[in-house]
């Protein structure tokens, strides 16, 4: 019903920014949260930044002060910016699309690499 496609993922080196995208289409009506996950190995999935459709913004301390999340809506697209990268950053980061919870999402996209060099 509705499909996520991230872009933007790559190696960076420590320091550096990168910009990801996340583009939605489908049935995007009852969406009302987007947000950025992201997975390292051995490690569980967390949420990194959401954003509502009212406004409202929820950051992982991780990522407060270096990383934002915005959105076009007349493109249906979220964003990531990254600032400041540091080599813990580096996982698979997921694009998510929920209803309700922003911790429990209704739709992934399948990810984008994000590797952070020392």
């Known amino acids: 019903q509705v499909r996520l496609v991230e872009s933007g993922g790559g190696l960076v080196q420590a320091g550096g920014s990168l910009r990801l995208s996340c583009a939605a289409s489908?049935?995007?009506?009852?969406?009302?949260?987007l947000g950025w996950y992201r997975q390292a190995p051995g490690k569980q999935r967390d949420l990194v930044a959401a954003?509502?459709?009212?406004?409202?913004?929820n950051y992982a301390d991780s990522a407060k002060g270096r990383f934002t999340i915005s959105r076009d809506n007349a493109k249906n697209t979220v964003y990531l910016q990254m600032n400041s990268l540091k080599p813990e950053d580096t996982a698979v980061y997921y694009c998510?699309?929920?209803?309700?919870?922003?911790?429990?999402?209704?739709?992934w996209g399948l990810g984008t690499q994000v590797t952070v060099s020392s």
């Open positions: 954003l509502t459709d009212s406004g409202t913004t």
């Open positions: 489908g049935s995007i009506r009852s969406i009302n949260i």
């Open positions: 998510a699309a929920a209803r309700v919870n922003w911790y429990r999402p209704d739709y």
